[in-house]
């Protein structure tokens, strides 16, 4: 049997390519991350991604079991028995078709039996149990599926969100580094200036502490950047070594223009729920229908104390069952099946008016944020030729050290806060995507 396993392995790998632990199925990790493989790679290996695989296999099991309540049910038994109990041991001689006149009714003897029998069950009608119970485990399914989707949604926004916080983190490095080379370049001139005595020491000084304070700048900057490096490293599922990201991240994603909250699968989800529930009560007030089986069995005795004892027999017929009174169990269940529905109801329409909101707040913060780029983006062309302007002044004998210092601090606030309104706007593209069900990008 071991020289099959390993192309029925295969065989099984290429007809279900689609199975959740699926060799082929399986993502290896990039040397340098864009954010496009960053959310493939996190779809197959964030343990929350492989957890709602594993509700959906669940639910799939649920639909089977309900399913099982339409097919037959066949059963086969075996016993074997002495007895000297009179009532027993007469119909053993019955079963066997041993009986002679001889035979005294009180003390017919010992007996022995070995009997077989084989049965087979089917109910007719159970007032639509089954039925409402196979509908539920449906509806449950689609609602575990859209609870995947709706989960792969929010994955992939954090994923961009954590790769745009690294990217932003990077800039503000590079931000810190290069006023630290400002600082670093006017305490030069601030130095040789000093030396011929045309600036103050206090005025050396304030530039000396200015170095230091940019230093200590640039180390909680690159702190900041690993921090958002395990962030990632996290939501892929893996840990380990700091993640290099593609220089080239790719275009932005693009903004959705039809803006619907219909497209939730939060909200397709809930629908299915709704009518899971709705099943719910049909199966609560079937209680109050009879039910109606069908039945048959066939039995096979054989005894060794009676000389070639046997006999074989079969029963059939049908079986009707009505429950006139249960103390109101059937009522009551129907009653606490109705409540879920309304309550279900009832969350489904919170869901709406909150996505409805959600997704208005995620527009809004796209707007903000457009706005506030192209505010930043001339702050930045201002405090850089002020700041050079500054330089010049300064080498000159012109500014004072603490007016160049004031400069040099406003051109590094205007680079971060452009850098920020830069991520914070690919931030809300993702954001406003998932508020209205948009996957972050096509192929996803």
């Known amino acids: 049997m071991r020289h099959l396993f390993l192309p029925c392995t295969l065989l099984l790998l290429l007809l279900c390519p689609s199975l959740p632990f699926s060799f082929a199925g399986q993502t290896t990790a990039p040397t340098r991350w864009s954010v496009r493989e960053a959310v493939r790679y996190a779809m197959e290996h964030n343990p929350d991604a492989r957890a709602a695989a594993e509700r959906i296999g669940a639910a799939d099991a649920d639909i089977k079991a309900a399913k099982a309540a339409f097919y037959p049910q066949l059963g086969i038994n075996a016993e074997y028995n002495r007895t000297n109990n009179p009532m027993y041991s007469f119909g053993n001689i019955l079963n066997q078709g041993m009986f002679t006149n001889s035979i005294d009714f009180n003390d017919p003897g010992t007996t ?23 509908a539920a485990a449906n509806e449950r399914g689609k609602a575990a599926e859209h609870e995947r989707k709706a989960l792969r949604l929010r994955l992939a926004f954090e994923v961009v969100r954590a790769y745009c916080t690294i990217v932003q983190a990077a800039e503000t490095v590079r931000a810190r580094q290069s006023a630290l080379d400002a600082v670093e370049a006017s305490l030069a001139v601030a130095r040789a200036r000093y030396e011929e005595g045309s600036l103050l020491k206090e005025d050396l000084l304030n530039l000396e502490v200015q170095r230091s304070r940019a230093q200590e700048q640039l180390i909680q900057a690159q702190h900041g950047e690993q921090l958002a490096q395990r962030g990632l490293l996290h939501l892929l599922g893996r840990t380990g070594a700091s993640s290099q990201l593609d220089p080239q991240p790719g275009p932005d994603q693009d903004i959705p223009v039809e803006r619907d909250v219909r ?3 939060e909200l397709t989800g809930m629908a299915a729920v709704v009518k899971a529930s709705e099943a719910l009560v049909r199966q609560a007030q079937s209680g109050s229908y009879p039910t109606a089986d069908a039945f048959g069995s066939y039995q096979v005795d054989k005894g060794m104390e009676l000389d070639e004892g046997s006999g074989n027999s079969w029963t059939a017929g049908v079986r009707l069952n009505y ?5 109101h169990r059937t009522t009551a269940s129907a009653q606490r099946a109705e409540a879920q529905l309304r309550e279900a109801r009832e969350r489904q329409r919170k869901m709406e008016l909150a996505y409805n909101l959600e997704m208005e707040q995620a527009a809004l913060a796209l707007h903000q944020e457009e706005e506030r780029l192209k505010v930043t983006g001339k702050m930045v062309e201002s405090a850089a030729e002020s700041a050079r302007l500054a330089r010049l002044r300064f080498k000159e004998g012109v500014v004072l050290a603490s007016e160049l210092i004031d400069t040099e601090n406003r051109l590094t606030d205007a680079r971060l806060s452009h850098s920020l309104a830069t991520a914070s706007r690919k931030i809300a593209i993702a954001d406003l995507r998932r508020a209205v069900g948009l996957p972050q990008f096509e192929e996803q």
């Open 263 to 265: 497209n939730r699968p």
């Open 323 to 327: 429950t006139l009174f249960d103390g």
């Open 112 to 134: 022995d039996t070995l009997q077989t029998k084989a049965t087979v069950q089917y109910r007719l009608y159970n007032g639509g149990h089954d039925q409402a119970a196979l």
